[in-house]
């Protein structure tokens, strides 16, 4: 599988902004999406994930409420759309999948896209 993040850029506090990430190659309805990020000079931070058929999310407790991740299998893509954003949210967003449920836990994430940079200015 291969994973293209795209739709990130600079936004003020307030905005909302919506990440997609375009997989390709075996069957994509077949992983667990993930979405991740990494803020300069932290660790790379879980945000999201969802289930095969889209009926099963799980959030971060910094995000929940102001993201929604969502999948559409028909088009091979997942999406984040970023509400009430904060500088606090600037970083890298990457887009992960996950032959199955691995919630929080990076290395069982099998494919990552290349990251997509937010920066959210106050």
């Known amino acids: 599988v291969q994973l293209q993040a795209s739709g990130g850029g600079m936004v003020q506090t307030g905005d909302s902004l919506r990440l997609s990430c375009a997989a390709s190659g075996r069957a994509f309805s077949s992983y667990w999406m993930g979405w991740f990020r990494q803020a300069p000079g932290k660790e790379r931070e879980f945000v999201a994930t969802i289930n095969f058929s889209g009926s099963s999310t799980y959030y971060s407790d910094s995000i929940k409420g102001r993201f929604t991740i969502s999948r559409d299998n028909a088009k091979n893509t997942v999406y984040l759309l970023m509400d009430s954003l904060k500088p606090e949210d600037t970083a890298v967003y990457y887009c992960?999948?996950?032959?199955?449920?691995?919630?929080?836990?990076?290395?069982?994430?099998?494919?990552w896209g290349q990251g997509t940079l937010v920066t959210v200015s106050s």
């Open positions: 992960a999948a996950s032959p199955g449920f691995a919630y929080r836990d990076f290395s069982k994430y099998m494919y």
